[in-house]
């Protein structure tokens, strides 16, 4: 058994990494491919998380590996309403962009329950003093509600979140091996400037690790697990995509593109990095959330239950796949150097 894996870790050869990006409502594609991995005993060694992922990171290691999806389920709510209730047959293309749009619209009024608050709620009393639209005091409530942190803490699987110094911009990683992990930990690590305020830990004022580094590989590929290694990184805003026809569809993607390409370069960063060495084996698969023709301009925003669903499903579909290729032997698990194996969505 690895020295942090689970049972299921010993009768492997082999880590598996879990990487997991920002991207607030999106984030349910994440729960999807999880659940996938999970089924297929892909049951992670260490998990990283920026931002939605570090939310997701800690719902995971934070659970017995009896209930990690269960509690997803329960933070995301995916299945509360069928999918075939509120998108029917008949709904047209632009009736389903209407739909998205309302959702959106209505979360940016009315916030999500049990993440944060309402249009303007930061500037309530009880909440941080700090500027910002929403607040987050309850997701802190949630993270004390729905995670065992002396799990997350001091169980098998490793845990990482990462954040972002306000003040003097440096990259701050708070991980399990080496300091005791709090729910505002986890909120520092979502805390996205404007949308929401800052989180003081340690005398330092953090936001969204996501503003550095949106899929956070680097605590992986600086320092890799002695073992050969299986990282998957799940990327949930895409690199490529079509050429916008409407002012949504441009503001959707120049936001996909700001983030994706820091992910491209970090990978051809440490491609470089560690060319030559021999004392590295990790297969690096990246999972990118690539679906995205429904989505509208503010989809980070959508937490209606049908578009959950589907995100949820197609992230379902993209863990098999990748779960299919580990059991076919396809990834180059054990291989000298770093191996980045491409997405394949067929």
């Known amino acids: 058994m690895s020295e942090r894996g689970g049972d299921a870790a010993g009768a492997r050869d082999f880590d598996v990494v879990l990487v997991l990006s920002g991207g607030n409502a999106l984030g349910a594609y994440e729960a999807g491919v999880y659940e996938a991995l999970h089924a297929a005993g892909l049951h992670p060694d ?4 920026a931002s939605i992922g570090a939310i ?15 509690t997803l389920r329960a933070f995301w709510r995916p299945g509360a309403f069928p999918v075939e209730a509120l998108t029917l047959p ?19 009024m009315a916030g999500r329950s049990g993440i944060f608050g309402p249009l303007l709620s930061s500037l309530a009393p009880w909440t941080d003093d700090r ?17 065992d942190f002396d799990r997350l803490n001091a169980g098998p699987c490793r845990y990482t979140a ?53 899929l956070p590989l680097d605590p992986v590929l600086a320092d890799p697990p002695p073992r050969a290694t299986l990282c998957i990184a799940v990327d949930l805003l895409p690199l490529c995509g079509p050429v916008p026809a409407t002012l949504g569809e ?12 820091q992910s491209r370069r970090t990978i051809a960063r440490w491609q470089a990095a560690h060319a030559g060495r021999d004392d590295v084996r990790l297969s690096l698969l990246r999972l990118a959330y690539t679906e995205q023709g429904a989505e509208v301009a503010g989809k980070a925003l959508d ?15 993209a863990g098999m796949r990748a779960a299919a290729r580990v059991a076919a032997g396809e990834l180059g698990i054990g291989a000298v150097g770093l191996n980045v194996v491409e997405c394949r969505d067929d």
């Open 162 to 214: 990462t954040a972002v110094d306000v003040q003097t911009g440096d990259d701050v990683v708070f991980d399990s091996r080496d300091r005791r992990i709090e729910p505002d930990h986890v909120r520092a690590s979502a805390a996205l400037p404007i949308a929401f305020p800052p989180v003081a830990v340690d005398g330092r004022w953090l936001v969204d690790g996501g503003l550095s580094a949106n």
């Open 303 to 317: 937490f209606s239950g049908p578009t959950i669903e589907r995100r949820w499903q197609a992230g379902h579909q």
């Open 56 to 70: 997701n990171g800690a719902l995971i290691v934070g659970s017995p590996p009896e209930r990690r999806v269960e």
């Open 90 to 108: 008949w709904l047209s293309p632009a009736m389903e962009t209407g739909r998205r749009t309302g959702a959106v619209g209505w979360t940016a």
């Open 131 to 147: 500027p910002a639209i929403f607040e987050t005091n309850q997701l802190a409530d949630t993270l004390a509600r729905m995670v």
């Open 46 to 49: 260490w998990v990283i998380g």
């Open 250 to 261: 441009a503001a959707s993607r120049m936001q996909d593109l700001l983030f994706a390409a």
